[in-house]
């Protein structure tokens, strides 16, 4: 899951994107509403997280260009306490939901997961294809009898693959998935991944599609 959070406040930039890398997200930061619209035109996020009083552009401007832009990125907004007429209006702009400040990291985590349940049409907490059940809270994985928790790596490249079962991801789908702008991705991180997975669940539960790339069963 790739996120895009727009924070002009370093020390809460700094803390958040942290707290979404330990949880597993590929965090892209950018401090202003310029650069926002720029990376939004050139890469396509799971999420954003906006705060709406930046410089230059605010966080209102962002919104209408995605929206404009026929972008459907969820946007969770951060707000101010006080500021009952942003968050309406943000909402009324197309924003999924929002967050006041100061908040608690574990509240910010939550209302993601559940804003990227609702845009992917699906109520229920637990990714599934009818064979792999996948629980974004917990990050555990079962597949014909074995439960599992994976590490955070892991769980990234199946939280991909099952958000579109019967899909085939290629290695850079998934790098652009699992690592934001500043990681380094090793050559071989995406096998690697795959091996890693496959020792503890069986080979089949990631099937190979020569020379395309990767996927999961579609739901039966
Ligand atoms: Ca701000």
Redesign the pocket.
């Known amino acids: 899951m790739r996120v895009l959070l727009v924070?002009?406040?370093r020390m809460?930039a700094a803390a958040t994107e942290q707290a979404l890398r330990d949880a597993t997200y590929a965090v892209d930061c950018v401090g202003d509403g310029g650069s926002a619209q720029l990376a939004v035109n050139t890469q396509q996020y799971d999420l954003v997280l906006l705060?709406?009083?930046?410089?230059r552009l605010d966080?209102f401007h962002v919104l209408r260009h995605l929206r404009d832009n026929k972008i459907d990125t969820p946007v969770l907004i951060?707000t101010a306490r006080d500021a009952l007429e942003d968050r309406i209006r943000g909402l009324d702009a197309g924003a999924d939901d929002y967050i006041i400040k100061p908040f608690e990291m574990d509240e910010l985590l939550a209302r993601m997961r559940a804003v990227l349940r609702r845009h992917g049409g699906s109520g229920s907490p637990v990714l599934s294809n009818g064979e792999i059940g996948l629980d974004p809270a917990s990050r555990e994985m079962n597949f014909e009898g074995v439960a599992q928790r994976l590490s955070a790596r892991e769980f990234s490249l199946m939280q991909s693959l099952m958000l579109r079962p019967g899909a085939i991801l290629s290695r850079q789908d998934l790098e652009d998935r699992i690592y934001g702008w500043n990681e380094e991705v090793e050559s071989n991180a995406v096998e690697y991944l795959i091996h890693s997975i496959r020792k503890k669940f069986g080979n089949h539960i990631i099937k190979n599609v020569r020379g395309l790339g990767w996927m999961v069963s579609k739901e039966k």
């Open positions: 924070e002009d406040d809460i705060d709406l009083g930046l410089p966080g951060v």
